[in-house]
């Protein structure tokens, strides 16, 4: 099977989690696009859909789905979204679209996160995946030199603004180990907007497709 079947597989049984007169969070990225399409098709009476960006308001938009701003929202019974990895505690790296930072105010948002990826995401830990760092672009230098510091190698993201109107910078080489301690570190450097570790906010449910079928998982209750 290949990827986009499994994302397909994980988008789908995501649907399960949507009940008429709810107010949805929807994530960036293939596998919240596959998602998108199959609310399309489920036509659920929603309240609404709450975007992490501007591109999946726009999908969203595009078939019909009515979208609310968070900020006329309260708090959201359940967010889907993908992931660039996912850690056997639910802690997830994020952000390869560059919408980390939204992303992380909408899962923050939500009561509920469900992430949804196909398999090859799923690792023993985090770090192999470029870390994405979304800073203020008077700051790109300075915070470079700052990850540096921490044990990061820094990469500007070419070509790329984020809907905030930022860039971002892809950091391989951070220890992750302690993905709460590194999330929080990063965030203090003057000029980071967020990063993609998602360890504070973490999924609560994982839902996988793999070629063996659907792994889903749960988080045990806090
Ligand atoms: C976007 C994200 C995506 O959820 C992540 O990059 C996974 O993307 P895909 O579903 O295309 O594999 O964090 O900022």
Same mark, same amino acid.
């Given at each position: 099977?290949?990827?986009?079947?499994?994302? =397909?597989?994980?988008?789908? %049984?995501?649907? !399960?989690?949507?009940?008429?007169?709810?107010?949805?969070?929807?994530?960036?990225?293939?596998?919240?696009?596959?998602?998108? &399409?199959?609310?399309?098709? %489920? @036509?659920? !009476? +929603?309240?609404?859909?709450?975007?992490?960006?501007?591109?999946?308001?726009?999908?969203?938009?595009?078939?019909?789905?009515?979208?609310?701003?968070?900020?006329?929202?309260?708090?959201?019974? +359940?967010?889907?979204?993908? %992931?660039? $990895?996912?850690?056997?505690?639910?802690?997830?790296? @994020?952000?390869?679209?560059?919408?980390?930072?939204?992303?992380?105010?909408?899962?923050?948002?939500?009561? =509920?996160?469900?992430?949804?990826?196909?398999?090859?995401?799923?690792?023993?830990?985090?770090?192999?995946?470029?870390?994405?760092? $979304?800073? #203020?672009? *008077?700051?790109?230098? *300075?915070?470079?030199? =700052?990850?540096?510091?921490?044990?990061?190698? /820094?990469? #500007?993201? $070419?070509?790329? =603004?984020?809907?905030?109107?930022?860039?971002?910078?892809?950091?391989?080489?951070?220890?992750?180990? &302690?993905?709460? @301690?590194? $999330? %929080?570190?990063?965030?203090?450097? /003057?000029?980071?907007?967020?990063?993609?570790? *998602?360890?504070?906010?973490?999924?609560?449910?994982?839902?996988?497709?793999?070629?063996?079928?659907?792994?889903?998982?749960?988080?045990?209750?806090?």
């Amino acid at each position: 099977m290949d990827t986009s079947a499994l994302k =397909q597989m994980a988008a789908e %049984a995501a649907i !399960a989690y949507i009940r008429p007169g709810m107010v949805v969070g929807v994530g960036t990225g293939s596998t919240s696009n596959l998602f998108i &399409d199959a609310l399309g098709k %489920a @036509k659920i !009476a +929603v309240e609404g859909y709450v975007p992490s960006s501007l591109g999946t308001a726009e999908r969203l938009r595009s078939l019909g789905l009515p979208v609310l701003d968070l900020n006329s929202t309260g708090d959201i019974p +359940v967010y889907i979204d993908g %992931a660039d $990895e996912i850690d056997p505690h639910f802690r997830l790296i @994020k952000g390869g679209g560059g919408a980390l930072t939204r992303e992380k105010i909408v899962a923050s948002a939500a009561r =509920q996160f469900i992430c949804i990826a196909d398999s090859s995401k799923d690792k023993p830990r985090l770090g192999v995946f470029p870390l994405p760092v $979304e800073v #203020l672009p *008077f700051a790109r230098s *300075f915070v470079a030199r =700052q990850l540096v510091r921490l044990g990061g190698s /820094p990469v #500007l993201r $070419e070509n790329f =603004q984020t809907d905030n109107g930022n860039v971002i910078l892809d950091v391989t080489g951070l220890d992750l180990g &302690d993905p709460v @301690k590194m $999330e %929080a570190l990063i965030n203090t450097v /003057p000029g980071v907007i967020d990063n993609g570790i *998602f360890a504070h906010r973490k999924a609560d449910v994982v839902l996988l497709g793999s070629p063996q079928g659907l792994i889903s998982r749960s988080a045990p209750l806090a």
